[in-house]
């Protein structure tokens, strides 16, 4: 059964800063890798979408990378902004599926 | 792009009653959606899958019986929370996916507070 490991769970950086949070799957047969950002009491919002044949999504300060030899995962953030504290997941899918496993969250807090 | 609802956003019901949630694409067509369940601090867990007209896919350890899951329609799928309790109570997201669409799409969940 996949597994799915974020590190940090929680994350605190000044305002301005570079950061990377980690994502790392036991199965290493991932499909779909995807990342979102959940702020709280809310759903989630996608923000970079990996597809099979891909290995990196950017968008504007978002880079995301797959890995899938390792089963890992990295969501760069650049120029961090207060706007951009919430809780990001990751989530990926196998080959043939739509259902996502989701890893538990890094919180990030970015201190004004 | 692709745009969930879900209704109600938040409800508060007695223990013992039934609480009904309803999930819709609302410019697509849904032939899968999935019930998701988020406890505070926790990751997302899947319930559910269900194509629609047809009986839904439930994961290890959710009962089918108590939640009750409905997908009549290529637009509308609802949950059931029959026989509440407090232990229920939890954040519950519902997802859609569709022919030619690689991905979910996310409703913006609904929470249900079990008294």
């Known amino acids: 059964k996949q597994e799915v490991t974020q590190i940090p769970a929680a994350l605190s950086v000044p305002e301005g800063e570079n950061l990377v949070l980690n994502c790392s799957f036991t199965?290493?047969?991932?499909?779909?890798l995807q990342w979102f950002r959940q702020d709280p009491g809310k759903g989630l919002t996608s923000l970079l979408l990996?597809?099979?044949?891909?290995r990196e999504q950017t968008s504007g300060r978002l880079n995301a990378s797959l890995d899938k030899s390792s089963g890992r995962s990295t969501l760069y953030i650049a120029a961090s902004q207060p706007g951009d504290s919430a809780t990001y997941l990751c989530?990926?899918?196998?080959?043939?599926?739509?259902?996502?496993?989701f890893g538990k969250g890094t919180k990030l807090s970015v201190i004004p | 792009g692709a745009v969930v609802s879900q209704h109600p956003s938040w409800v508060i019901c007695k223990s013992g009653t039934s609480v009904k949630i309803e999930c819709r694409s609302l410019?697509?067509?849904?032939?899968?959606m999935f019930w998701y369940r988020q406890f505070p601090k926790q990751s997302l867990m899947l319930m559910a899958t269900?194509?629609?007209?047809?009986?839904?896919?439930?994961e290890q350890g959710v009962e089918k019986d108590k939640f009750l899951i409905n997908h009549a329609s290529l637009t509308l799928s609802t949950l059931t929370v029959t026989s509440a309790h407090p232990e229920d109570s939890s954040f519950y997201i519902c997802?859609?996916?569709?022919?030619?669409?690689?991905?979910?799409?996310f409703g913006p969940g609904t929470r249900l507070t079990v008294t």
């Open positions: 989530a990926g899918t196998g080959a043939g599926s739509y259902q996502l496993t």
């Open positions: 269900s194509n629609e007209g047809s009986k839904a896919t439930y």
């Open positions: 997802s859609a996916s569709g022919r030619g669409l690689n991905e979910q799409y």
């Open positions: 410019d697509f067509q849904a032939t899968t």
């Open positions: 199965d290493s047969a991932i499909y779909n």
């Open positions: 990996i597809q099979s044949s891909q």
